[in-house]
């Protein structure tokens, strides 16, 4: 079993930056993804950003140009960055890593972040 663990959430202003941290551990054999999605109250959970085992990354158009994912893989650790963060951008964060044979999804607890003056 994989256990993934979110930090990092906060309350900040229009215009601010937040980073997230996430990190996997317990019985992870190959991680071919890690990534971050977002929910909130009463919508379904949102693509928002990912990376791959190579480096590659992927985006949702809505963040593109102010978050930013990184990885750490000595220690099975992915962040985001968020900058010029919205209103919009009010959300619980969860953190997902896709690990093993067969790619299942792990998912964490979550992490909220509210964007407000």
């Known amino acids: 079993q994989v256990q993934v663990v979110e930090s990092g959430g906060a309350l900040v202003q229009p215009g601010g930056s937040l980073r997230l941290s996430c990190a996997a551990s317990?019985?992870?054999?190959?991680?071919?993804?890690m990534g971050w999605y977002r929910q909130v109250p009463g919508q379904q959970r949102e693509f928002v950003a990912s990376?791959?085992?190579?480096?590659?990354?992927t985006y949702a158009d809505s963040v593109k140009g102010r978050f930013t994912i990184s990885r750490n893989n000595a220690n099975n650790t992915v962040y985001l960055q968020m900058n010029s963060l919205k209103a919009e951008d009010t959300a619980v964060y969860y953190c997902?890593?896709?690990?093993?044979?067969?790619?299942?999804?792990?998912w964490g607890q979550g992490t909220q972040v509210t964007v407000s003056a």
């Open positions: 997902q890593v896709v690990s093993g044979a067969f790619q299942r999804a792990f």
């Open positions: 317990g019985s992870i054999l190959s991680i071919y993804r």
């Open positions: 990376m791959s085992n190579s480096g590659s990354t």
